[in-house]
């Protein structure tokens, strides 16, 4: 066992915030991402109910990594996601009625988020407790940020409001389609686009360093 | 009856499209469609699925979750594992060659949101036992439609000149939305419908 340096677990928990960002980078967790982000609200909400899913049962997961066999893990790491689900469930409907009225059955959905069980397979099950919980918090934080910028998007095209509050008055004619299905894939295509480019470019300039520098 | 379950599976296939309406079924969309007969063997394996998945929903709703509603999430996500399990096997059994075509995505199934949602909805709108069988065949029949059709766009898209940042999900997205847009042209297919 290495000795962790706190670079290197900094290092876990910021990755998943952008490099390897899960609905970016990763493209995983795409069902809930297109639902909810209809409002910015909506949004936050389930990237927060997704990060304490996630970070509860990679604790759980980590923890128990050594004592859950290994032909039924599949199936042992689907219960345990959905019994936060549903505690995650149940908490929000206490919480806030018309958040959970709006999210519907994607709060049980999350159950199926290929990113959580997709983190399982790659972190949780091989890592000690503390790198897991780690990458959890950032893998869930980069989901809710991603949440945040498409919900936040669609809702002040779709909407001409931010998270409830009018930003552009009555005259402004929203672009509807924005907050429909149409919009949200459209708008996440458009997102990647402009990362791809971004990504390029920054490429074609470090290109041309290496070339000067050569 | 006739008229309501006819009404109940035009409307899962094409008005309120699980995969383009709903944004359901997204992961094999996105990674299984980029040949065509793929997508229509993966389409059949989860209408296959989604069937049974229904039948033991109705079940379920019927007899044992009304004792314990919390246990709800839990008892479908076993079945579903189970089922996928099953039909893995039986493929095995009768259809090698099926079975070796369709390699990883069958395990995947289970994890395909659109089948949880089925049985959520399913409860959600208190189907009895045959509309929850028409409900399935419908939603099953409309992602593999989904599939099928985002397969066929993608094969030709292969032999376009697109430029390569839009290459790969990006692309699939817009292409996505675009189909989503058309579908949402049926709104109006029934006249006076809710």
Redesign the interface.
């Known amino acids: 066992m290495t000795r962790q340096e706190p670079g290197e677990a900094y290092a876990e928990f910021v990755k998943g915030l952008w490099k390897e960002n899960p609905i970016f980078v990763q493209?995983?967790g795409?069902?809930?991402t297109?639902?909810v982000t209809n409002s910015a609200v909506n949004g936050v909400a389930m990237g927060i109910m997704t990060l304490f899913v996630l970070v509860m049962w990679s604790l759980m997961i980590s923890a128990l990594r050594h004592v859950i066999p290994k032909q039924v893990r599949?199936?042992t790491y689907?219960?345990v996601i959905?019994?936060f689900?549903?505690v995650a469930?149940?908490s929000l409907e206490a919480l806030s009625p018309g958040v959970h009225k709006a999210l519907g059955?994607f709060i049980?959905?999350i159950?199926?988020?290929?990113l959580i069980?997709g983190r399982a397979e790659a972190f949780a099950s091989k890592n000690p407790v503390k790198l897991s919980v780690l990458d959890a918090l950032g893998m869930g934080g980069g989901f809710s940020l991603a949440l945040f910028m498409l919900a936040s998007l669609r809702e002040i095209l779709g909407n001409g409001s931010f998270f409830g509050v009018s930003l552009f008055g009555p005259n402004f004619e929203p672009w509807v389609?924005m907050i429909?299905?149409?919009?949200?894939?459209?708008m996440?295509?458009?997102l990647?686009?402009v990362f791809?480019?971004v990504r390029?470019a920054r490429q074609k300039v470090a290109g041309r360093g290496e070339r000067k520098a050569a | 009856m006739t008229g309501q379950l006819f009404w109940i599976f035009i409307s899962s296939m094409i008005i309120n499209n699980f995969t383009l309406s709903y944004f359901l079924g997204l992961c094999p969309f996105f990674g299984v469609s980029g040949r065509i007969d793929t997508a229509l063997r993966l389409g059949l394996a989860t209408i296959f699925v989604m069937v049974i998945t229904s039948i033991c929903a109705s079940v379920l709703n019927a007899f044992i979750l009304p004792h314990a509603p919390y246990l709800r999430l839990i008892s479908f996500i076993v079945v579903i594992a189970s089922t996928v399990q099953f039909v893995e096997m039986v493929i095995k059994k009768l259809s090698p060659g099926l079975f070796r075509a369709l390699g990883i995505f069958l395990p995947l199934i289970t994890t395909n949101c659109a089948i949880l949602a089925l049985a959520i909805f399913q409860t959600q709108r208190h189907y009895g036992f045959i509309e929850g069988v028409v409900f399935a065949l419908g939603a099953g029949a409309g992602l593999t439609l989904a599939l099928v059709l985002m397969a066929g766009l993608r094969e030709e898209a292969e032999l376009s000149d697109i430029p390569s940042i839009v290459r790969g999900t990006a692309m699939n997205l817009l292409i996505a939305g675009i189909l989503s847009m058309a579908f949402m042209g049926f709104a109006g297919l029934f006249s006076g419908s809710s």
């Open positions: 493209v995983l795409m069902c809930p297109l639902a599949i199936s689907i219960i959905a019994t689900v549903t469930d149940f059955a049980s959905l159950v199926v988020n290929c069980l389609i429909l299905p149409p919009g949200g894939f459209i996440l295509g458009l990647l686009l791809a480019s390029e």
